[in-house]
């Protein structure tokens, strides 16, 4: 198992490569602490990143997994908070029997603090990578004396062959808010949901786990540690051609699924911490 770092053109770090067992490895920029590439033992890479996505730090990468913090969508900051678009520190890497992991941490900035969010916080993230799993968690801790309320997802871009194969197990009777239809509280009918528009679903508090399955194709299993809900995105065709950083045809290419709390906020009391994340675990075979 290997832990590689490489700066940029300035000579600051600017990712972080971890190789496990087998064919796994998993690449972290240190900008946002994305996650922008999960291969799983066989090689197969799990995760979708544009290739018009922006590395240089200028704007939040636009694939593989972004940590939205503390703000979920649009609010009184810009767009899925701040944590995205800061460099976060690399506290170092460390290999255990089965895989290895590594660890990043943000705090608050004299930015963040002129912000509409001013709190000051710790956040350490744990990216662990084992032959089969890799496992993104964050711990918050309020470093404040007010308490605060946060909403916080990771905004995971699954990689698929093809769209149209694609379905998402595990949200059957669940109620979901559609931000494209403007209904709330849709009760969802179906065992194996599929993609065929733009969806931007936000289903609440879901109480299984959920399985991104290709027909014929892999499937990844997406269990979340304290996280309450399960974002839903495609921008299918026309908003993928709005997008900057996303080419025109990549919509086929990818589904987010995105296990957060952004339905209701976690609070914390001065001192006190959390733990959220996912675990996600990857299977090659076809089904
Ligand atoms: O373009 P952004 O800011 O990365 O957001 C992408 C999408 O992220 C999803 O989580 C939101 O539900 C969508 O509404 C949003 O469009």
């Known amino acids: 198992m290997t832990v590689q770092e490489f700066n940029d053109a ?56 972004p940590l939205v913090f503390p703000q979920f969508g649009p609010g009184i900051l810009p767009q899925h ?14 290999e255990h029997g089965a895989g290895v992991a590594a660890t990043f941490e943000l705090r608050d900035t004299p930015e963040t603090r002129a912000s509409a969010w001013p709190f000051r916080f710790v956040l350490t993230y744990t990216v662990d990578l084992t032959a089969h799993t890799l496992s993104t968690i964050v711990k918050c ?9 946060f909403t916080a997802l990771m905004h995971t871009y699954f990689g698929v062959g093809d769209i149209g194969r694609v379905v998402v197990e595990g949200l059957e009777g669940v109620a979901y808010d559609d931000k494209v239809s403007g ?16 969806e931007d679903r936000v ?6 786990n959920v399985v991104v399955r290709e027909r014929g194709g892999a499937s990844v299993e997406v269990r979340r540690f304290n996280f309450k809900d399960v974002v839903l ?49 990857a299977q090659d075979a076809a089904i």
């Open 10 to 65: 300035a000579g600051n770090l600017e990712r972080v490569v971890l190789s496990g067992p087998e064919s796994a490895s998993v690449e972290i920029y240190v900008y946002g602490a994305t996650v922008t590439s999960w291969k799983s033992a066989s090689g197969s890479e799990r995760l979708f990143v544009s290739r018009q996505a922006v590395l240089d730090g200028s704007k939040p990468i636009r694939g593989g997994i």
């Open 81 to 94: 908070g701040f944590a995205r678009n800061q460099r976060w520190a690399f506290l170092g890497a460390t």
């Open 141 to 149: 801790e309020n470093a404040d004396e007010r308490a605060f309320e």
């Open 183 to 198: 209904e709330v509280g849709v009760r969802e009918a179906r065992g194996e949901v599929g993609v065929a528009a733009n």
């Open 203 to 208: 289903y609440r508090d879901v109480q299984g």
């Open 233 to 281: 995105w495609n921008p299918w065709e026309q908003k993928a051609r709005e997008m900057g950083d996303f080419a025109d045809d990549e919509y086929h290419r990818m589904v987010c699924v995105e296990a957060g709390t952004v339905a209701s906020s976690i609070a914390l009391k001065p001192g006190q911490t959390i733990s959220c994340g996912q675990l996600l675990t």
